[in-house]
């Protein structure tokens, strides 16, 4: 089986119509596929490919049962309406059995014309074209009666749909032109009869399965996957500009699909679960503003939207898809708490937004890529996680700076501002009550150099600078080219810290209040303001309109870490991060909270996760050296293996010296070692900046010295270490370390 060869896509295989089953394209043609003899250079720059939005797909397995497990078979629909029977002699095919005057017409009798007999008590035998032998009736409408039947000529199954309206024939023309896995085959077009009783039949390929609805111990991620493969027919039609304007569960058959791939000699062949877009009845051009004649309202937008005046919009059908994926994972939205059904429930609320065809999905691949985000969400909650090294699609590159100082060596100013006691003793000092247990050497040592913490959370200054920046998504209307220059210069002068600028712009920009890049501009803007629960406010605004975008979920984190609430930022963390263990920013915060509960082991276990993604990798290592450090102190780690691990580092020499500087401090917590303190806090001022910087470092090195011992007096020795006892050759503390 060939595989696609389009640059763009590059995952799916070509059918047997000659079409990917991925991007529903045909195949670039092989001297299309080698770069040109001579390369012409690039106008303005290299273009930026858009990102496959049906990535999710990838995550789930397909589920597989033996070929010829159950299926479920059609229901029969009953009675033939009146306005379907005709006599089924090919030379004849006059109506049969009408009503006249009020009453019912006959279901069993002969033909008033040719007086061939006709029964539509029991359809089953009739032959259609001379060609297609009824077995049953699938089902009927205004646009006619669709039949299961028998095709004598090929042995097969297929359905034969009556043509009975001009609409309908373009419904023949227009399946005749769509190839595509998740929409249904026409195989061909009978005509049977002549003049006024000439009658038009449609021959589809018959889908053996049921309309979609949810089966027991279906997951929820299959269920989205069969969400995808809907989008993808829908994207199909809406490039060619159709729509289908009926998406319902109905209209959507899930099937199992039969394929010969074994996984072992002698096996089974498979079937897999699928799904396909049927009955396009009601199909029409993007162009055409006639009024709606046939849809069914609860799977449409209300009658007052805008769809209804403005004419029908590729989010006409995205709407019903978001009706019909409600009613499909009913189920699982009943557990809010399970993973990935919060965004799903944003996600539906988006495609079914009542606020006008702006405020939903305008596209199916803007549908599809969020569908893929919540289904990567679900897929990395289950017991075989699949991370997906994926860029967003709408944000740009996450500052690899956003760690809160945990991925880098301690600055400088936190060993030029330390105050050391002017007193050096391991005794306890005096306890204010008796009955308190008196503290340990360690916890007494600890606070004879005081350090400031290893790291913290990043000011609310810092995260509105290093958050990325919106992409612009071609498939949203409102962000035109003027606007995304707008937005590019309202950033910019946040950037320059010209924030009352910044505001002036964004309030200039035309964009209606409830758009997501409005909601994040503000969100920015209140961060500056060190208005974080502002922030908080319109991160949720853009998490709602992006539920499958992990960078609102890394905004919501860092701002919820900021408002002290660790609960709600260790949530949209572990999300994050879960999902992609490459945000590394997600993970230093996950990090950074589950030390601060004390769950060290914990916090030890996502670092070690973060030294295996390349774009964090370095900051991580750092990361685990000092988070091995503190548990060092706190009498949890080896201080042998940490000297190993400084090693390994690739850092440069300053780096070094401040790393190992600290892992000092913490060997003097615990075992009292002022002098290999001072030796990498002398060596630590080598790398100072500045003549004073230097000097502080130094004055803090020979402070740090232990009092030397004389051999020749063991008297003055021990007077020398007594509590409290001035030492004239113990050099005093600098006052430029104060």
Sequence with gaps: MREC?????????????????????????????????????????????????????????????????????????????????????PGCGKPVGRGRDGQAGLTAGFCAYCGTRFDFTQIEGLVIADRYEVRQLLGQGSYGAAYLAYDRRLGIQVVVKQLRTSKSKWERDVLVDLRHDAIVRILGHEVEGEGEHRRSYLVLEYVPGSALSARPGDALADLLAHGLRILQALDYLHHRGLLHCDVKPLNI???????????????????????????????RTTDDTSPFVEYTPTYAPGPDDAEYTIGPTPGFDLYGLGE???????????????PGVQALTLLLQRATHDGGPDRRFTS???????????????????????????????????????????????????????????HWTDRAPARPEPTDPPPAPHEIRALLLPLPPPFSTPGAAAIAAALPKPVRDPDDRLVTEDVHHQLALCRSKLGAGEVEECAQELKNIPLPAGHWMRAWYAALLALTHNQVKEAIARFKDVRAALPGELVPHLALGLCFELDRNPSSARARYTTAFDTAPALGAAGFGLARVLHRTGETEAAARVVETLTHELPSEQEARITQFRLGVARYEAGLDSGARLREQLTALDVDEADHANLAAELAHAQFVREGARLALSREVRTLARHAIGDQQARTLVDLANHLRPPPRWPWSPRRRTRATEPGHRNDNALRLSSSGQ
Excluded at 374 to 402: E, H, I, K, M, N
Aim: proline share 11%.
């Design 364 to 422: 199916a691949r803007q549908f599809g890529e969020q569908l893929s985000g919540v289904l990567r969400q679900v897929a990395a909650a289950s017991s075989a996680p699949r991370p997906v090294q994926r860029a967003s699609a709408l944000f740009g590159p996450v500052d690899p700076t956003l760690h809160g100082g945990l991925g880098a060596a301690r600055p400088l100013a936190h060993w030029t501002g330390a105050v050391p006691l002017p």
């Design 324 to 338: 019909s994926l409600r009613e499909l994972c009913r189920a699982h939205l009943a557990t809010p708490s399970a």
């Design 5 to 89: 060869n389009r640059p763009e896509c590059g995952e799916g295989t070509i059918n047997e119509h000659g079409f990917c089953t991925v991007c529903a394209l045909e195949p670039l043609p092989r001297e299309r596929m080698g770069p040109p003899a001579v390369a012409p250079p690039p106008r303005v720059g290299v273009r930026r490919v858009r990102p496959d939005p049906w990535y999710g797909l990838a995550l789930v397995d397909d589920p597989q049962l033996h070929r010829g497990a159950t299926t479920t078979q059609p229901t029969d629909a009953g009675t033939l309406n009146e306005s379907h029977r005709f006599c089924a002699n």
């Design 253 to 283: 058959i899930r099937f199992q699909e039969t394929t010969t791939a074994r996984v072992q000699k002698n096996a089974p062949d498979l079937a897999r679960d699928r799904v396909r877009l049927i009955d396009f009845g009601a199909v």
